[in-house]
Structure formats: C-alpha cells, structure tokens
C-alpha cells in the first residue's frame, strides 16, 4: 500500500473512531436526560449525535 492509501486509510480510521465516541457520548447524554424525563429517546439520541459529529467540519474545534 503506497503513501496515498496508508493516507486514506488513517484518516477513515480517524473518522470512525470519532464516530463511534460522539455515539458513546450522545447515548449517555440522551441516557441521562431520559431518566429525567425529558423528550423522546430517539428524537434526542439523533440530534445529540449529529450535533457531536458536525462538530468535525468547525475547524476552531480542531484545536
């Protein structure tokens, strides 16, 4: 495997491992407001998550 593929190869590593912390930490949240009665489950696991994860294309979040 050349450069470029080793390339490829880490940066979609670095992706799913950032994609399944901001799943971790979106269903402890959503986990968390649930048992305090909040709204719904899924609604909330959803936008937790991809609240977390768009946070990789804000480059100030880099740092």
Request: glycine share 8%; hydrophobic share 55%.
């Amino acid at each position: 495997m050349g450069q470029i593929g080793t390339t490829i190869l880490g940066i979609l590593l670095v992706i799913l491992v950032y994609s399944v912390i901001c799943f971790i930490i979106a269903l402890i949240a959503t986990l968390f407001w649930k048992l305090k009665g909040k709204e719904s489950f899924t609604e909330d696991f959803w936008g937790n998550f991809w609240e977390l994860f768009s946070n990789i294309i804000n480059p100030l979040n880099w740092f």
